[in-house]
């Protein structure tokens, strides 16, 4: 199996692994059934022993179901797991009704966590994203708090702008972004990219297949139940010209001997020594392909097609990345 390298996560942050396990679709959560529990808890001990240390979860994932496998995987390991914990999110008959960001309601949520982690300190703490009901100040530093407390060791945000991210760095020094982000979701780069770099945050990049564009092995139109069928991208002709886009990245896996799945986290690894490809896996029978993707490496020509047929804006369509 490839060798998992390490990253600083930003530039004063922590070694961890290069790329990330997300647990989320481990649980029943945005109409996926979960996995079994005993194949989710042997997963994460797999990515463990693979050298995989961040584990990416959020206290709103199927209502605190996610952090209690995480936590049941980790017990007797503490110190081989990264714990990343999104918070603030509101789920109410499994549907995203809201946030809650307040103050009092962060120091509330944590205690949660912690608990159905059976850790006394989370790695990396962060909202989920942010919507100006509460000042960004007031969110940030109420973690900054926490860290005093020691129940937190660094701040995290995720799906914010640059503007509010250079306000949140200005509260206390952010650790990670966490962003959607690939060969398809490439907005970013314009300028919230750029700004992490500049103030030295850690980029954890998720949904690196675009919610299953670019695994190769989606078909229009989608099955009447798949929640891809709620976002312009995955409708009618869209999806049909946006699949014809994908038909370049499955000719060059096969070229390379490789899926597309591979390639595409191979090229979202590739984009920078500061970003980390964060990988939702749920069976360990997937570990050891996605492993091997952070293996591949692309030729200048090779990258200069990828960036051309996927250039911004080339996959019609949006999602929520989009909001």
Known sequence: MTTIAKMPLGNNGPLVSKIGLGCMRMSPVWGNPGTD????IATIQAALDSGINFLNTGDFY??????????????????????????????YGGQFIGL??????IKNFINYSLI?????????????????????????????DLI????????GVSEITADQLRRANSVHPITALEIGYSLADRQIESDLLPTAKELGIGVVA???TAEGLLTGDMKAPLPANAYQNHFPRFQGENLKKNLEKVEVLKQMAKQKGYTPTQLAIAWVNA??????????MNRRARL???????????????LNTLNTHFSPGAILGGTYLQR
């Open 62 to 91: 199927a209502s605190g179901h996610n952090e209690l496998l995480v936590g049941k995987a980790i017990k007797g390991r503490r110190d081989d797991a990264f714990i990343s914990v999104k918070f603030g999110g509101i789920i």
């Open 100 to 105: 809650d960001l307040r103050p009092i309601a």
């Open 116 to 144: 159905r982690l059976g850790i006394d300190t989370i790695d990396l703490y962060q909202p989920c994203r942010l919507d100006n009901s509460v000042p960004i100040e007031d969110v940030i530093g109420t973690i900054a």
């Open 288 to 302: 050891t392909e996605n492993v091997q993707a952070m293996g591949i490496e692309f030729t200048p020509d090779e």
């Open 206 to 208: 998720f949904a690196n």
């Open 148 to 155: 005093k407390e020691g129940k937190v060791r660094h701040i």
């Open 37 to 40: 529990e005993t194949e989710s």
């Open 271 to 280: 984009q920078g020594d500061h970003i980390m490809p964060l990988v939702s």
